[in-house]
C-alpha cells in the first residue's frame, strides 16, 4: 500500500451516488494512516463498500473539532497521514473541519486539497441560472425572524444564491421565500445524484405549492437556487432578459403597467424601467 506523505488530506464523498467518488480520493483512503469521519456509523458502510477496512476510524464532528484538532495535528506532526471526510460532499461546505483546517495552517501542517462532489456545484450546474458569480448561504436561519432578516439581507443581491434546507424546514422556507422574493425565479434540488432524484423550477411564490403536490418532498437533503437580483445601470440600461421582456409586454399592455411588471419580476428600479419603456414606445416602428 501507498505510504502518503503526512498532511491533511480533504477527501469529499458521493452525496448521494456512491460511483461519484474519484480514483483519486479512494487511493487517498485507502492510503490514509488515520480517517476522520463526521459520523463513523455512516461512513463505516462507505468504506466498506469501497474495500477500505485498515485505516483507523475517528469521529471528528460539530462538537468535538477543537479538542480533535491539536490531536490531528500531533498525529501528523508524528509521521502520519490523515484524511477528513464529512458524512457527504466536501468537508467545510456546511460540515466540520474550518477550525482543523485553521490549525494545520498555523502549525505548518501541509493541507491537501481534493475536488470532488459538492451540492452546492451540483445544484448550479442543473438550475439553468448565471453561474458566473454566486454566493452560498448555507443552511438559513431557524428561528422565524432572523429567517427573514437574512432573506431582506439578501433581497438585492446581484450574485446567483444557493442555500441548504431540510426537508422539514422546506415549508416554512418557501413560505419566507414568497414574501420576501415574491416571483423571483428558484430551483430547487432534492435527493440529487440519487436514484428519485427532483428538481422543482418554479417561482418562490408558487415553491411552496410545488412541495405540496410532489408526496416525496418530504424526503430528502434540499438545495435551493434562487435567481440573482437584476439591476440596471447607467452605462448597460437594463440586462437584455429585461429588455426583451419588456418589448414583448408593451406589445400587449400600457406602458406604466408593462414597466412596473419588469420591474417587479428582475428586481430593477421602476423609474428606470421605465424611462426605456417610454424610450422604446418611440421607437415602436422598430419592434
Not at 436561519?141 to 431582506?152: G, I, Q, S
Request: glycine content about 6%; hydrophobic content about 40%.
Amino acid at each position: 500500500m501507498e505510504e502518503l506523505e503526512p498532511a491533511l488530506y480533504i477527501v469529499p464523498t458521493p452525496i448521494g451516488n456512491l460511483e461519484d467518488i474519484t480514483f483519486r480520493a479512494v487511493r487517498i483512503l485507502k492510503s490514509a494512516r488515520i480517517i476522520c469521519a463526521e459520523d463513523t456509523r455512516h461512513s463505516r458502510p462507505l468504506l466498506e463498500h469501497l474495500g477500505i477496512s485498515s485505516p483507523v476510524l475517528e469521529s471528528f464532528h460539530d462538537h468535538n473539532e477543537t479538542e480533535k484538532a491539536a490531536k490531528i495535528i500531533a498525529w501528523i506532526q508524528e509521521g502520519k497521514s490523515v484524511a477528513l471526510i464529512s458524512d457527504a460532499g466536501t468537508p467545510l461546505i456546511s460540515d466540520p473541519g474550518y477550525h482543523l483546517v485553521v490549525a494545520c495552517v498555523a502549525a505548518g501542517i501541509r493541507v491537501v486539497p481534493l475536488p470532488g462532489p459538492c451540492a452546492v456545484i451540483t445544484a448550479l450546474e442543473a438550475a439553468g441560472f448565471p453561474t458566473d458569480r454566486f454566493c452560498f448561504e448555507g443552511f438559513l436561519p431557524v428561528k422565524e425572524k432572523a429567517l427573514y432578516d437574512r432573506l431582506e439581507s439578501l433581497r438585492h443581491e446581484t450574485r446567483t444564491m444557493v442555500f441548504y434546507e431540510t426537508p422539514r424546514r422546506m415549508p416554512e422556507t418557501a413560505k419566507a421565500l414568497a414574501r420576501v422574493f415574491g416571483d423571483r425565479e428558484i430551483a430547487v434540488g432534492r435527493e440529487m445524484t440519487k436514484t428519485f432524484e427532483t428538481f422543482y423550477r418554479t417561482t418562490c411564490e408558487k415553491l411552496a405549492e410545488a412541495l405540496a403536490q410532489d408526496p416525496g418532498s418530504g424526503k430528502g437533503e434540499m438545495v435551493a437556487v434562487l435567481y440573482p437580483w437584476r439591476e440596471s445601470s447607467q452605462e448597460g440600461g437594463l440586462s437584455a432578459e429585461a429588455l426583451k421582456l419588456l418589448k414583448l409586454l408593451m406589445t400587449e399592455l400600457p406602458v406604466k403597467k408593462a414597466a412596473r411588471i419588469v420591474s417587479e419580476i428582475h428586481g430593477c428600479s421602476k423609474n428606470e424601467v421605465y424611462r426605456e419603456a417610454l424610450t422604446l414606445e418611440k421607437e415602436k416602428p422598430d419592434f
